[in-house]
């Protein structure tokens, strides 16, 4: 169980501090397309983001609703992956073979793109979930229990 | 469509172990339902995909159409598909014996274990496949990881167990990671064809021997060779009922066909390092599993304790079909394969519905099951006949071309190491038969109720077929000789 913090520093500072890093996780996933980023970096920084606001808000505050929530998307990450890996072998080709992910009126260049940017945004949100749940299990057992068990 | 098949065979496990946490947060009890039809349909698809691939020849599956050296690559050959037919089989069945045991077994971790028995199982898969040996190494580290965490799923003695299981397993992928970082070091690829073709020219560099050494003792780490067996015998033996059928059949075999490949297929099986030929050292090895694996089976009170200890020593025996460098050794080593894969589950159920219907854990207490369980004697005394290996059995065949492969090679202290061992496994199971039948005058205090259908049809299908593959032996020989054998042998 991580209570919030007692200080004020640090309670104002998380407010203005933690969209921020959000918004820049979101960016180097993004990014990755152009230049160095991607997913896995995107998702450590997005998942650092909603550590940050367990840690200083306590997680029953409502300001990390997000991370509580999140813990149940274990998977869904690799569900994303694994859907476009799979609408790639729909479209013939071999798995997350980009080139033929068939989405109509898209020319082969963006097809691609789109591939890796989906498969991306899977990668950061497992990433980011299986950080926060690793908080979540160092901090309090019962939670991942309850969780997992209904 | 064919040529997906063997991904088709990695994602329905997969998927079905992702989706798991999600699905059953609000309905626990879909979890057993859901991961059966997923392996019945893995069963389907890995019998269509081998039923391909004898008829249309190996299929190279190349990830996201990136051609192989660059690529990661999925080699689906015959002796993948035989195996991987085997192991979904035994998934299947070993979910199967699951559901009436799970409240007792599991302590109400069954989503849990649904799902890591799922992503154990596409990991094998995955192992089964890969044609790259990093590749190799990332599948063998999730199968290792879901296999931790199956072994303490429910908490108490087996906490111990698994925690050491955890630190020698990570010894050993670490070496088998170094391994590989030599190798690339040395070729500059990772693709195991690729390799291969470079290694030739390479054979003088002290890195491919280190290499290789540490491939060797990481993976053998994995596999429970003897000097490395310690984590075995007690994972398998204080894991939950429901989950030690799963893994000892496979873990350790899959990653065996795992070393097979890096030897035969990677290297050439007649390869010769600095005049010392690699294949006599692992028939060595094999010699040693054997005899000390038997030995030390017969020391063991505990009847799971003494199953894995059995389960050793039939690495060894494989070992020395596969060490002996000819077609009737290499040929008999997988057939033995199968028959153990088949053989370690069958024993573990009967231990399993031996402790959970009869309280029964030690030789000591087996006189209370004595004629009064059919299912549990019966299928006992055919696992017994396969594990010493009687003629009807597969496990005649198996051990008898494993001696006519090293005779052929003229290695008599291989020869004597597959004797002495059948001798022992003898011994052992007369020391367990003595236990079932000894004469007391002490009344037996157990009810003998009805015995649930899936632990009759688990304990049925693995004697029925034990039986099968010995009567079958030839064609089933046949098939390997034609699509499982290794290039240049």
Request: neutral net charge.
């Amino acid at each position: 169980m991580i209570r919030s913090h007692d200080s004020i520093i640090v309670q104002t500072l998380g407010r203005f501090l933690i969209p921020v890093v959000q918004m820049f996780g979101l960016y180097v996933l993004f990014f990755g397309q152009y230049g160095p980023g991607g997913g896995f970096v995107g998702g450590v920084i997005l998942g650092t983001g909603m550590i940050l606001s367990v840690l200083i808000f306590g997680h029953n505050a409502s300001r990390s609703r997000i991370a509580q929530r999140v813990l149940h998307g274990d998977g869904v990450g690799m569900l994303i992956y694994a859907g476009v890996g799979g609408l790639c072998m729909i479209g013939g080709g071999e798995f997350l073979n980009y080139a033929n992910l068939e989405i109509p009126g898209l020319e082969p260049a963006s097809r691609r793109s789109l591939g890796i940017v989906l498969t991306q945004i899977g990668v950061a949100v497992d990433v980011a979930v299986t950080a926060v749940s690793i908080v979540f299990s160092l901090s309090a057992e019962e939670i991942i229990e309850d969780s997992i068990n209904g | 469509m064919s040529h997906q098949l063997p991904v088709i065979l990695f994602l329905l496990p997969l998927l079905a172990a992702i989706s798991m946490p999600v699905v059953c947060l609000k309905h626990r009890h879909w979890s057993q339902p859901i991961s059966t039809a997923t392996l019945a349909a893995m069963v389907l698809v890995s019998i269509l995909n081998l039923y391909n691939i004898v008829h249309h020849g190996e299929i190279r599956y190349v990830f996201s159409g990136w051609a192989a050296p660059l690529g990661i690559e999925w080699v689906a050959d015959g002796l993948a598909s035989i195996v991987l037919l085997l192991l979904s089989i035994l998934g299947l069945l070993g979910v199967v014996f699951n559901k009436p045991i799970y409240p007792k077994a599991l302590g109400g971790r069954i989503v849990h274990f649904h799902t890591l028995i799922l992503l154990f199982i596409s990991a094998l898969t995955g192992i089964t496949f890969a044609g790259d040996l990093f590749n190799l190494f990332v599948f063998l580290e999730v199968a290792a990881i879901s296999s931790y965490a199956l072994v303490g799923v429910a908490g108490g003695r087996a906490l111990f167990a698994a925690f050491r299981y955890l630190i020698l397993g990570t010894i050993g992928a670490a070496l088998y990671l170094l391994g590989v970082s030599y190798l690339y070091a040395v070729t500059g690829t990772l693709n195991m064809a690729d390799i291969a073709s470079k290694l030739p020219m390479l054979l003088s560099s002290k890195a491919l021997v280190g290499g290789l050494l540490f491939m060797f003792i990481g993976l053998g780490i994995k596999m429970a060779l003897v000097p490395f067996h310690t984590w075995m015998p007690e994972a398998y033996t204080y894991a939950p009922e429901s989950v030690s059928p799963i893994l000892a059949p496979l873990i350790t075999k899959v990653v065996l066909l795992a070393w097979v490949r890096i030897i035969y297929w990677v290297f050439d099986a007649s390869i010769v390092i600095y005049d010392i030929p690699i294949l006599k050292i692992v028939a060595v090895l094999g010699v040693l599993a054997a005899v000390i694996g038997s030995s030390l089976a017969l020391a063991q009170r505990d009847i799971k304790m003494m199953f894995a200890y059995g389960g050793i020593a039939h690495i060894g025996i494989i070992i020395i079909g596969i060490g002996q460098g000819n077609q009737t050794g290499f040929v008999g080593g997988i057939f033995y394969l199968l028959n153990d894969a088949v053989m370690q589950a069958g024993l573990f159920y009967i231990a399993g519905v031996a402790f959970y219907l009869y309280g029964v854990r030690t030789i000591d207490d087996l006189w209370h099951i004595g004629k009064q369980a059919p299912w549990l004697t019966g299928s006992l005394i055919i696992m017994a006949l396969g594990m010493i290996g009687l003629p009807p059995t597969g496990g005649f065949f198996g051990k008898w071309y494993i001696i006519l492969g090293a005779l052929e090679a003229g290695n008599y202290i291989s020869v004597a190491a597959v004797v002495l061992s059948t001798l022992l496994t003898l011994a052992y199971f007369v020391k367990l038969f003595e236990g079932i039948f000894r004469q007391t005058s002490a009344r037996s205090n157990i009810q003998f109720g009805e015995v649930p259908l899936a632990f009759k049809l688990t304990m049925g299908i693995t004697s029925a077929a034990i039986i099968i593959l010995g009567l079958f032996s030839a064609p089933i020989v046949q098939l390997l000789l034609d699509n499982a054998l290794p290039p240049g042998l």
